[in-house]
């Protein structure tokens, strides 16, 4: 799913930046509009009424009779001698200079220039000189623009086009499914067939890390299975021997016997559990109907003997019957943990199972946690300084986490030091039977 979501968010980020280019463009563009609007008012139209007035001044010097400038364009008045009675009313109280005035539903640029006592209106239609700026300007600027989108449209897609490949092999390692234990072949068929010597590199290294991995992995679960298969004998042989002293020396050597049984039986769980987790990655466990309320009255059967001499009340507190669909060994073990872990670090008291229609808890009245040791309990090997002294090799909760994990179990876990520790396990798919 991260893979996926890294992968969408390259595309997004491909997109963002086409649309951010398309943007830049359009905003640089529109500045420059509005930059050669104002300069073309401001510098160009002032320069050319300036230049109008001065030479009407002069051509009015030497012919008194000299027309007034009336052309498409240009329309003008004159006040001389401060009459003004033939000046258009918005004009009549305009200062030497250029201005824009509301006139006939219009807002003319007027240039307003003095020469003895005379004074000159020059009103400019600019409306048909932007027209002529539209033909002449905007529309090769539209073309220029439409250039441009092209060529951000090309650089985009052949982005997309180099990028793809990447993406398209980051979608195929998230949707590898590693569930039977392998890794497995990656499907790369079309990812493959691409000339691109980087994409080309890119998937011969995958493959050789691949099968790196893989061989890697096969060695240590032949490791696994084979320890796990070469401990079984010696562990028979103290058992054998444990029973002969037992025989040998009865109550005397109870304590003890005891002890080393407790051990034994641990380093059997460990072993078993071992061999089911290496199998587990090697091809899928038998599912069947997997009755919880069973599985904890046998495995409590079991630690009653072997901690008989640890002042401990167990008390189960059953709703009904629930039940499981999963491999029975590995349920056995999930339990089997929780349970030997609440006799291991339980000194005196109490511990209380309960069945739920979803699930069931194993809370104990042991040493506790806090919440730093909580955060450390589900890593291999770890276990509380408080709890050293206690039977153990601290990869229990490790495993009950694994198989959580594996089969998509949920797992809880509080506790307070001093108090005692719970774990709950839920089932989502589990089904109950009320008494």
Not at 166 to 184: I, M, N, Q, T, Y
Not at 197 to 223: G, I, M, P, W, Y
Not at 279 to 302: A, C, F, H, W
Request: glycine content about 4%; hydrophobic content about 45%.
């Amino acid at each position: 799913m991260k893979h996926q979501l890294s992968s969408n968010t390259l595309q997004r980020k491909l997109v963002k930046v086409f649309l951010i280019q398309i943007a830049l463009i359009s905003l640089v563009t529109l500045a420059g509009i509005y930059a050669a609007k104002f300069t073309l008012e401001g510098i160009l139209v002032r320069a050319a009424l300036q230049g109008e007035a001065e030479y009407f001044w002069q051509m009015r010097d030497a012919d008194p009779e000299f027309a007034l400038p009336n052309t498409m364009n240009l329309q003008s008045y004159m006040m001389v001698a401060g009459d003004n009675s033939s000046i258009p009313e918005p004009l009549k109280d305009l200062s030497p200079g250029m201005h824009r005035v509301p006139m006939d539903k219009l807002v003319p640029i007027v240039f307003v220039d003095d020469h003895n006592d005379q004074r000159l209106f020059l009103i400019f239609d600019e409306v048909k000189v932007s027209r002529l700026a539209l033909v002449f300007g905007i529309m090769p600027l539209a073309g220029v623009l439409v250039v441009l989108y092209l060529l951000a449209w090309f650089a985009y897609r052949q982005s997309h086009k180099a990028v793809s490949p990447v993406v398209r092999l980051a979608r195929a390692v998230s949707e590898a499914d590693f569930k039977d234990g392998h890794l497995p072949r990656l499907d790369l068929g079309e990812i493959r067939d691409i000339t691109d010597e980087e994409v080309a590199s890119l998937v011969s290294a995958l493959d050789r890390f691949t099968d790196r991995l893989d061989s890697f992995v096969e060695r240590e679960r032949n490791f696994t299975r084979d320890a796990s298969h070469e401990l079984r004998t010696p562990i028979a042989v103290l058992r054998s021997a444990l029973e002969v002293i037992e025989r040998k020396y009865g109550d005397s050597a109870s304590p003890q016997v005891n002890r080393m049984y407790r051990t034994l039986y641990d380093m059997e769980a460990l072993i078993e559990t071992l061999l089911i987790l290496a199998r587990e990655q090697g091809q899928s466990l038998p599912q069947q109907r997997v009755n919880i309320n069973d599985l904890i009255t046998s495995e409590l059967e079991t630690l009653r003997i072997i901690y008989h001499d640890k002042p401990i009340t167990v008390n189960v507190e059953e709703a009904g019957m629930l039940s499981v669909i999963a491999p029975e060994r590995v349920v056995q073990i999930l339990i089997s943990n929780l349970l030997r872990n609440a006799f291991n670090y339980t000194p005196r008291g109490s511990i209380n199972i309960r069945v739920r229609s979803d699930g069931f808890s194993v809370a104990d009245s042991g040493v506790g946690m806090n919440q730093e040791q909580m955060n450390q309990v589900f890593k291999p090997f770890y276990r509380a300084e408080q709890q050293r002294q206690s039977n153990g090799h601290g990869i229990g909760m490790t495993i009950v986490k694994r198989l959580c994990n594996r089969y998509d179990w949920s797992l809880r876990l509080s506790s307070k030091m001093g108090e005692g520790t719970e774990v709950s396990v839920h089932f989502p798919s589990a089904q109950f039977s009320a008494d």
